[in-house]
Structures are given as C-alpha cells and as structure tokens.
C-alpha cells in the first residue's frame, strides 16, 4: 500500500488526490452475481459512477494467464490499478467489484480508508470517505453450476469463453482460491466498517430484497 500510495503522490500530487466520498467493496464467491446485482446497488444508493471491476482493471498477459487457473494477480499491480481507477472518478460515489480478496488487501483498505480520513482533515473540502462491504454468498455446487453455465451461455454466443467457466476443476479450483484466501480476510472486516452478507442463491427478487434492507 505504501509502494501503491507513493507512487500516486508522486505521479499527481497529494492535491489532485480525490476519492470517491462513497465506495461499496462488493466481494462473493465465483456466480454468486456480482454483475447482476451491481446495477441494482447502484440503482439503490443512486450512483452515476461506473463500477470499477478489479478483473477488468487486469488484462496483461500474465494476469490472464492467472484467473484462467483460478488463481490470484499479484496485491501490488491490483492496488495501485484500483487507486488510480478511483482517482479518476473524484468525488463520485462507486461500487468496487472484487477488492479486496486477499488478507494483504483487507489490511490495505483499513490504511486506505485512514489515508483519506487524513485528506479530508488537511482540506475539508475532500469527502469524508464511507466504505461499507457486502459480499455475495453461494456454496460450491452453486458456483460451478453458475459458472459452466454462464460459460455454455458465452459459447452459443460466439464470445470469449473463460476457462474456470469451461472446466468443471478449474470453476472449483476458483471457488476454494476464493474460500480459502478472500473469505476469511473478508470476515475480518466486519466490525470494521458496516458488513453486510447476503445469501445469493436464493432468486434475484429474494436477493434484491436482501440488499436493499442490508444497505
């Protein structure tokens, strides 16, 4: 984080550094439906913004490479891409789709979220940040059921097919990477900023209702 910080400093200028007054730090297991209920946060809390997708943000060779495996990209590239996808969106409150998910990460959004408390004391005119984390929950079965079948989807489509979306091991191999490295630093959030877990694979209207009483 410090690495990541500094060389924003650096390359901006610490009066140039607005975040977003706002930011939701959506996490959940592989098909829980991230993509599906961004819109529905967004609709709910009334933001403009784009969502910033973490995966999106990680298209180098190597990157991919690493999520066709079912594994982790590299704590540095992804908080230093992440803040400057904030960066640029100022004071526009945001969902953040896949941050953190390790236990490098979890730590790094405490300091973040120190980082622009101090902002805001030095020139009160930067927002006082609000984080508030949900995460989407579905059990094994469910992932890789969702995503072989989000991936038969892809492929009657003509689109790019993703390999944890084709191959049954490589779905689960994804889902125990996100149990056994993002979950429990998840939880550990909890109690640190406002936490909400929702059971995702209920229906979407089940869900929705969910969310909406949790934020």
Same mark, same amino acid.
């Given at each position: =984080?410090? !690495?990541?910080?500094s060389a924003?400093?650096?390359?901006? &200028?610490?009066?140039?550094?607005?975040?977003?007054?706002?930011?939701?730090?959506?996490?959940?297991?592989? &098909?829980?439906?991230?993509?599906?209920?961004?819109?529905?946060i =967004?609709q709910?809390?009334?933001?403009?913004?784009? #969502?910033?997708? $973490?995966?999106?943000?990680?298209?180098? #060779?190597?990157?991919?490479?690493?999520?066709? @495996?079912?594994? =982790?990209?590299?704590?540095? %590239?992804?908080?230093?891409? @992440?803040?400057?996808?904030? +960066?640029?969106? &100022?004071? !526009?409150?945001? $969902?953040?789709?896949?941050?953190?998910?390790?236990?490098? /990460?979890?730590?790094?959004?405490? +300091?973040?979220?120190?980082?622009?408390?101090?902002?805001? &004391?030095?020139?009160?005119?930067? #927002?006082?940040?609000?984080?508030?984390?949900?995460?989407? @929950?579905?059990? %094994?079965?469910?992932?890789?059921?969702?995503?072989?079948?989000?991936?038969?989807?892809a492929?009657?489509?003509?689109?790019?097919?993703?390999?944890?979306?084709?191959?049954?091991?490589a779905?689960?191999?994804?889902?125990?990477?996100?149990? %056994?490295?993002?979950?429990? #630093?998840?939880?550990?959030?909890?109690g640190?900023?406002?936490?909400?877990?929702?059971?995702? /694979?209920?229906?979407?209207?089940? +869900?929705?209702?969910?969310?909406?009483?949790?934020?």
């Amino acid at each position: =984080m410090d !690495a990541a910080w500094s060389a924003l400093v650096d390359e901006l &200028g610490e009066a140039a550094l607005v975040f977003p007054a706002e930011i939701f730090w959506l996490n959940g297991a592989p &098909g829980a439906g991230k993509g599906t209920q961004t819109r529905f946060i =967004m609709q709910c809390r009334g933001l403009s913004a784009e #969502p910033v997708v $973490i995966s999106d943000l990680l298209q180098s #060779p190597e990157a991919k490479k690493l999520k066709d @495996m079912g594994l =982790m990209v590299g704590d540095e %590239e992804v908080i230093g891409l @992440m803040l400057r996808a904030l +960066v640029k969106l &100022g004071g !526009a409150g945001v $969902i953040v789709d896949g941050f953190p998910r390790t236990g490098v /990460q979890a730590e790094c959004l405490k +300091v973040l979220f120190a980082r622009l408390k101090e902002l805001h &004391g030095r020139d009160a005119a930067k #927002p006082d940040p609000v984080f508030q984390v949900v995460v989407l @929950m579905v059990d %094994e079965a469910t992932s890789v059921e969702r995503q072989l079948s989000r991936g038969a989807k892809a492929r009657a489509a003509g689109e790019e097919l993703r390999k944890t979306d084709t191959d049954p091991e490589a779905a689960r191999a994804r889902y125990t990477t996100f149990i %056994e490295l993002t979950h429990e #630093p998840l939880k550990a959030l909890e109690g640190v900023f406002p936490y909400h877990v929702i059971d995702a /694979q209920l229906g979407i209207e089940e +869900v929705q209702a969910n969310i909406r009483r949790a934020l």
